[in-house]
């Protein structure tokens, strides 16, 4: 069985920084595309970075600049550190990945960390 654990979510005020880490456990094969995702109430769930696993990026516009996004192979995880936050960054922020595990292979979703950014 495969599990993602975020960490690092919290309050914190504008201008300041956050950097969230989401590990991969369990019968883990290899782990392809890892990204970090996010939503707020009644919106739909929005992806804000990814990373392949040889380590090409891709952000949103709203984060470019601010947000990094990197990861671990040998500790199968993936890290958003996020600098100049703003309130509009508000959401809780999910992690995804694409996991062969044993024979089967399928995108895995963490249980979610909520990030509030205060003005």
């Known amino acids: 069985q495969v599990q993602l654990a975020e960490s690092g979510g919290g309050l914190v005020q504008a201008g300041t920084s956050l950097r969230l880490s989401c590990a991969a456990s369990g019968s883990i094969f290899s782990i392809n595309d890892m990204s970090w995702y996010r939503q707020v109430p009644q919106k739909a769930r929005e992806l804000v970075a990814g990373?392949?696993?040889?380590?090409?990026?891709n952000y949103a516009d709203s984060v470019k600049g601010r947000f990094t996004i990197s990861r671990d192979n040998a500790k199968n995880t993936v890290y958003l550190q996020m600098n100049s936050l703003k309130p509009d960054d508000t959401a809780v922020y999910y992690c995804n990945a694409d996991i062969w595990s044993r024979d089967t292979r399928r995108m895995y979703w963490g249980q979610g960390t909520q990030v509030t950014v205060s003005s």
């Open positions: 990373i392949t696993s040889g380590g090409r990026t």
